[in-house]
């Protein structure tokens, strides 16, 4: 369990988040939306130490996430950052293996073990047929698809992305959701879809301003109001085959 505790983080004078809290339960897909700018990724950042809040604390399984050694926290945890800068390259089962360096000891190599998880995870996420290939001749979309592979590869209670779908076509952003989905990982995601986020989302909170402005089940939250209020937009929502749905108009 993920429980975020009136956290707030600025630069300088400027506030960036303020005072934000929510809960993450055992097996939950939880999902971040709001507008650019609202603070969705800061706040990812914060629980995953990138960036240390100005007040409050961050807790996991009823620990601070602030005080506890990265390797402890990744052995827990896993990130799908937004910006996965890789200056030098590597093969792609290569980028897959450092999934794995939370669970291994210093200085320990890579086993059979280990290797079976690499190919299992890159099979996971539909990419063995690049297996043996250099990680940057790979397009966007399989970057990000590689990146999946590896936080499922680290064998965590829970994964945290940010904007997972990014550089993805349709078919990948609902096949990637639907894995992470049925993967049975406690999830908290940041989204800019809509669509996405009230079909794949158990709850979703809403950031807006650096605060969390609403909270619950997609149904609860995305409203024709809130699309209109954030977005500026108006919209239809409806049901269609136990899905809602949302038509811009």
Known sequence: MLEVKNVSYKIGKKQIIN???????DHEFVGIIGPNGSGKS?????????LPPSSGDILFNGQSLLNMKNKTMARSLAVVAQENGANFDFLVEEVIQMGRYPQKKMLEN????????VLHSLRMVGMEHVLGRSFLSLSGGEKQRIFIARALAQQTDMILLDEPTNHLDI??????LQLLKQSKKTILTALHDLGLAARFCDRIYVMYQGRIYAQGTPREVITPELVRTLYHLDAEIFDRG????????
Do not use: E, P, W
């Open 42 to 50: 800061t706040l990812l950042k914060t629980i995953y130490k990138m």
């Open 110 to 117: 890579a086993n059979d073990t280990d290797k079976a998880i």
């Open 242 to 249: 136990g899905n809602l749905c949302i038509d811009y108009l």
């Open 171 to 176: 078919g990948s952003q609902m096949k990637t």
């Open 19 to 25: 005072d934000v809290s929510l809960l993450v339960k």
